[in-house]
């Protein structure tokens, strides 16, 4: 069966640092693009950020350039987002996405995704 499984979510100070990680399970994610997106309460689901199969491509929603890293390992079939400086705003859900592409694309709006994975929450508080 295949899936991805969210991990690395918790409670932070703001200011504070996590790193959220995203394994997948019955399918490689060699050719897979990975989508992270958030979604905080009463807000819709945004894209955050996105790495293309091969990890040449990343893209950033404004809110988090120069706070936020994405990254993958494809020998252990993870992504991850390092994420800094957290805020209050940064409170939300993460999710993971794949979608089956080799090419450079890598849209955070109107991600097509093959599969998703089951969320980590992420809190930003004092």
């Known amino acids: 069966q295949q899936q991805l499984v969210e991990s690395g979510g918790g409670l932070v100070q703001p200011g504070g640092s996590l790193k959220l990680s995203c394994a997948a399970s019955?399918?490689?994610?060699?050719?897979?693009?990975i989508t992270w997106f958030r979604q905080a309460p009463g807000k819709e689901r945004e894209g955050v950020s996105c790495?293309?199969?091969?990890?040449?491509?990343?893209q950033y929603v404004d809110s988090v350039k120069g706070r936020f890293t994405v990254s993958r390992d494809n020998d252990k079939n993870e992504a991850y987002l390092e994420m800094n400086n957290l805020q209050p705003e940064d409170t939300a859900i993460y999710y993971c996405g794949a979608r089956f592409s080799g090419s450079e694309y890598c849209p955070l709006r109107g991600a097509t995704i093959d599969y998703w994975g089951q969320g980590t929450q992420v809190n930003v508080s004092s």
């Open positions: 019955g399918f490689t994610l060699d050719y897979y693009r």
């Open positions: 790495i293309n199969h091969r990890g040449s491509n990343t």
